[in-house]
């Protein structure tokens, strides 16, 4: 398992995992699969972790599935951890997950909390507007 890294220091790195956020509302379909192509090129991941949400993280579910990557969801427990299951799945991505790279496509406090997350545990972020 390759050491966390600083964003500048990513270039050429293979990176394993790579934890796909953004809003359930963003469906820019076209937009996403563009990104996750480009950032693919660039960094070579091979397995995208997403939180089975309606919206961006379907969408990159869907990408991984069309690129034959390997794709790790974490669904959120609405029945046992009631409504604030959002944000604990989100800290269950980053911690169980363990991501190498998080990408935040447009979204809102739960795409700001898991960003913010993924900073405090030194994981590298790629804000996409």
């Keep these: 398992m390759p050491e966390r890294l600083a964003l500048g220091k990513l270039k050429g790195v293979c990176i394993l995992k790579v934890l796909v956020c953004g809003g ?59 409504r604030h299951a959002a944000l604990i799945r989100n800290e269950r991505m980053l911690r169980d997950g363990k991501p190498d790279l998080v990408i935040a496509f447009p979204g809102g406090g739960g795409t700001a909390h898991t960003c913010f997350h993924a900073e405090q545990l030194g994981i590298p972020v790629i804000r996409l507007a």
Excluded at 38 to 63: C, K, M, P, S
């Design 24 to 82: 359930r509302e963003f469906t820019d379909t076209t937009f996403i699969h563009a990104e996750l192509d480009r950032l693919h090129a660039q960094y070579r991941f091979d397995t995208v972790i997403e939180g089975d949400a309606r919206g961006v993280d379907r969408i990159a579910g869907e990408w991984a599935h069309i690129k034959g990557i390997d794709l790790v969801e974490f669904p959120a427990d609405w029945k046992g951890e009631g």
